[in-house]
């Protein structure tokens, strides 16, 4: 009994130890570190109720869009997904004030789409994002998102690519033929 206790003392304060070493202080994560724990809870994400985690991260519009988003939308969106993930990061920070950030960060996936493509089949979409980050109550939070470019690479199959073939002779010799000289007409003087 007395060393089932010691197992249980030593299991609490090796999560205790980790959580507050490992996770850090909510109140010291830089602005970057919230959007990267952020993106880390809503790209794995089991269930609609980790919704509230992604509400600890989250204020003013965004926040009122998850909070008013119907279970359904949000099992769509970060449950059930139709995508891949290959990497993200973030990309760049530019402080606008002591309160106020903005971070850039680029997410890579396939999508997989409605019919579930297998990821090789699957385009590859990359999308760089920038949120306004600001400081409320002494914690950053995310607060919209401003921006958004997006690009698609789709997968070509192996029959439709186009590879480019030197015609007859053109890579075949160094010698450059010579170029007729033009012809002049009598009585004018060509010109150097």
Known sequence: MRRFQWHMIWAALAVTGCTSMCGGKRSSLKPEQVVERYLDVAL???????????LDYTTGALKAAIESA???????????RKYHIINYSVVERKDRTPRETEVTFQLTYNDLGVEGKAVADAPTVTTENTVAVIKENGQWVIRDVLG???SIDFPVSAESRITAQPGPGVDTSNDIPDEPEPEVPEGIVPQP
């Open 70 to 80: 119907p279970p359904e939308v949000i099992r769509t969106a970060y449950v059930n």
């Open 44 to 54: 794995n994400m089991k269930d609609v109720a980790e919704r509230d985690n992604l």
């Open 148 to 150: 958004n470019k997006t």
